[in-house]
């Protein structure tokens, strides 16, 4: 590695579109219907790109408090909409109230951490690393929270019969979510843990792959990497364990009966 | 102990007045779908009425804590449910959710020869059919020595010398251990035969009361 970039024209990345036509062309031949959906998100995805690309590079060269912390709250905003649409018909208002919570709260705690105790960065709003991290940071502990929503929500309604035994016996809410909350916060960090065993063998993460591509030698990438891996392990972690820990409470009333138990 | 009063829960139940006495045993019978279980229910606070109130030992159950409530009036569902694991750990879990230390596996297997259970307590819970089911619950809540027992038709999976000695077995630990019990039965013979006190419910009202003793 000598720190020299390759430049890349805009016609070089044209060239990768082929790979689009290419899906296409498989798509139409075994006539998949799926042709529309692989062209929204080709255009969508150009397009979203060139305008971060824009929007950061001008952040990057102006470097202001209100801006880094205008795309945080985006980032958080844009998060907790994103895990509201997936789940519009299951998530209930007093649900939704624990991911407005847990999801900023988790993530923004294991970001400071990492910005100000970990890297230490000066200033503390310097948008080239705040931004990115945050960016990582945020989106995988929303992955994380939706894989505990999916797995609390559909336990609480196929393990129903196992709550209500435990609650006639005497438990707790808490006792008889138990095993509801364990089995989801292991689902939600599991991703992750793979991600981790798979990392560096099976495949070099996307962000080790762009500092390298970018010029910087992989000794460093790597470093970065594995900082940003655990920091990423931690919001997962952090905001889904918040969230489950609020979150369970919703499914009883405050008679610690299930709610929706009804006969 | 428990006074029903004006107690209405959805278009299920409706009762204008009813009393459960301490140390006694009250059957309720009566035709299926007519608010039986509902009753057991409300007196576990599983559920609580729409209307009406329910006393227990003079206090409205409304304020009592439901899970403290729990642990002393305790409900047997007519299907139980059966936690993974073995005998043993269905038999331990109701102890842990009552904060109570676990008790040896000599008492564990003297409570199985009690109710007519022969199963290792190693043996895999999942493997139990419908009458042992019933039977390792029954064991599980006698564990927990409440002040009072409500059982929705503990031996309706059993034929009928299994039948006798189950409802034997509750009445005897009933009578033995001065605790309160609620039975739902189907049998108008086992009600009549052993409860204190029947209640016939009938479109989730109350039809008819006997004192048998």
Same mark, same amino acid.
């Given at each position: 590695m000598n720190g020299e970039v390759l430049e890349l024209s805009i016609w070089q990345v044209l060239l990768g579109y082929v790979f689009v036509l290419l899906v296409l062309f498989i798509l139409k031949k075994r006539a998949i219907k799926r042709e529309k959906v692989v062209i929204i998100a080709t255009l969508r995805m150009t397009v979203q790109l060139v305008l971060v690309g824009f929007v950061l590079t001008y952040i990057i060269e102006n470097p202001h408090p209100f801006f880094t912390l205008g795309v945080l709250a985006l980032m958080e905003g844009f998060a907790i909409f994103t895990v509201f649409r997936k789940f519009k018909d299951t998530l209930t208002p007093s649900l939704k109230r624990v991911v407005m919570i847990s999801l900023p709260s988790g993530s923004l705690v294991v970001l400071a951490y990492f910005l100000? %105790? %970990? +890297?230490? +960065?000066?200033?503390? $709003?310097?948008?080239? $690393?705040f931004i990115p991290i945050a960016g990582m940071i945020i989106g995988n502990s929303m992955t994380g929270i939706t894989l505990g929503i999916n797995t609390m929500v559909n336990r609480f309604t196929d393990q129903k019969e196992a709550v209500m035994e435990a609650l006639h016996l005497g438990a707790t809410p808490k006792a008889a979510a138990h095993p509801i909350i364990n089995e989801s916060f292991d689902q939600s960090i599991m991703p992750t843990i793979n991600n981790m065993l798979g990392m560096g063998i099976i495949f070099l993460p996307g962000m080790m792959t762009g500092q390298i591509l970018s010029g910087v030698l992989p000794t460093l990438a790597i470093l970065y990497q594995i900082g940003v891996m655990l920091g990423i392990l931690g919001g997962v972690s952090l905001t889904t364990y918040l969230f489950l820990q609020l979150g369970y409470?919703?499914?009883?009333?405050n008679r610690a009966q299930l709610i929706d138990s009804n006969e | 102990m428990f006074t029903l009063e004006s107690v209405s829960y959805k278009d299920i139940l409706d009762i204008h007045s009813m009393h459960v006495e301490e140390g006694k045993i009250t059957a309720l019978i009566g035709?299926? /779908? /007519?608010g039986k279980s509902t009753v057991l229910k409300l007196l576990n606070k599983a559920l609580s009425p729409d209307e009406g109130r329910i006393l227990y030992k003079g206090r409205?159950?409304? @304020? !009592?804590d439901s899970v403290a409530h729990r642990r002393n009036v305790i409900y047997l569902n007519q299907r139980p449910h059966l936690f993974e694991g073995t005998v043993e750990e269905n038999l331990q879990k109701g102890l842990d959710f009552h904060n109570k230390p676990r008790v040896s596996k000599d008492v564990l297997s003297d409570m199985l020869s009690y109710v007519g259970l022969r199963k290792q !307590? *190693? *043996?895999? *819970?999942?493997? !139990?059919s419908g009458g042992e089911v019933q039977r390792l619950a029954l064991a599980r809540v006698l !564990? @927990?020595? /409440?002040d009072v027992y409500l059982m929705d038709e503990?031996?309706?999976? @059993?034929?009928d010398e299994s039948e006798r000695f189950l409802v034997e077995t509750i009445v005897d630990y009933t009578r033995r251990n001065n605790k309160t019990l609620v039975m739902v039965t189907h049998s108008r013979f086992y009600a009549e035969h052993y409860a204190d006190i029947v209640y016939t419910i009938k479109d989730g009202r109350v039809e008819e009361v006997q004192h048998e003793r």
């Open positions: 100000f %105790v %970990v +890297i230490q +960065i000066e200033p503390f $709003y310097d948008p080239q $690393y409470k919703t499914f009883f009333n | 035709a299926s /779908g /007519g409205d159950m409304d @304020l !009592l !307590l *190693a *043996a895999p *819970a999942r493997q !139990l !564990l @927990l020595d /409440g503990p031996s309706s999976a @059993l034929d």
